[in-house]
């Protein structure tokens, strides 16, 4: 058994939610805005064609993830491939929590509105989290670079 293996099995696990939501969760929610038209399903509405937006950047870097396990597998810690796929990981992660930024506006009328604040503080921590993420990507890299 490979030293990367239950990674490489929690990678392709991560796929899991961006599927479910991809196919089952949004469009149900996106039905039911457009139902009840209105000024706070418009806010609605724009979080989920955002989070549309925001499943490619993260298929992607679970994917350049896994590769770069496979490089792992393989004793290639070093190469320009892998400095390659931590760079684009670390853009995934910016633009994926630039997306969020940018949607806590609406979540805060659509928070505001249903009473929930609570969603307000679970999209800005999945903003932060995203962001150290790439941070931490970025790391990695200028740590290869340096070696």
Same mark, same amino acid.
């Given at each position: 058994?490979?030293?990367?293996?239950?990674l490489?099995i929690?990678?392709?696990?991560?796929?899991?939610?961006?599927?479910?939501a991809?196919?089952?969760?949004?469009?149900? $929610?996106?039905?039911?805005?457009?139902?009840?038209?209105?000024?706070?399903?418009?806010?609605?509405?724009?979080?989920?064609?955002?989070?549309?937006i925001?499943?490619?950047?993260y298929?992607? $870097?679970l994917?350049?993830?896994?590769?770069?396990?496979m490089?792992?597998?393989?004793?290639k810690?070093y $190469?320009d491939?892998?400095?390659?796929?931590? $760079?684009?990981?670390?853009?995934?992660?910016?633009?994926?929590?630039?997306i969020?930024?940018?949607?806590?506006?609406?979540?805060?009328?659509?928070?505001?509105?249903?009473?929930?604040p609570?969603?307000?503080?679970?999209?800005?921590?999945?903003?932060?989290?995203?962001?150290?993420?790439?941070?931490?990507?970025?790391?990695?890299?200028?740590l290869?670079?340096?070696?």
């Amino acid at each position: 058994m490979k030293k990367t293996t239950y990674l490489k099995i929690m990678t392709c696990l991560g796929l899991i939610p961006a599927i479910l939501a991809a196919f089952f969760i949004l469009p149900v $929610s996106m039905m039911d805005a457009w139902i009840e038209i209105g000024n706070i399903k418009t806010y609605l509405l724009i979080v989920i064609f955002s989070i549309y937006i925001i499943l490619i950047p993260y298929v992607y $870097s679970l994917y350049l993830t896994f590769r770069l396990l496979m490089l792992i597998d393989e004793n290639k810690y070093y $190469s320009d491939q892998s400095k390659t796929y931590l $760079s684009h990981i670390g853009t995934s992660g910016y633009v994926i929590g630039t997306i969020l930024l940018f949607d806590l506006p609406f979540i805060f009328g659509y928070g505001d509105y249903s009473d929930a604040p609570g969603i307000i503080i679970i999209f800005g921590f999945l903003a932060l989290f995203s962001y150290a993420i790439a941070i931490f990507a970025n790391l990695l890299k200028d740590l290869q670079t340096k070696i």
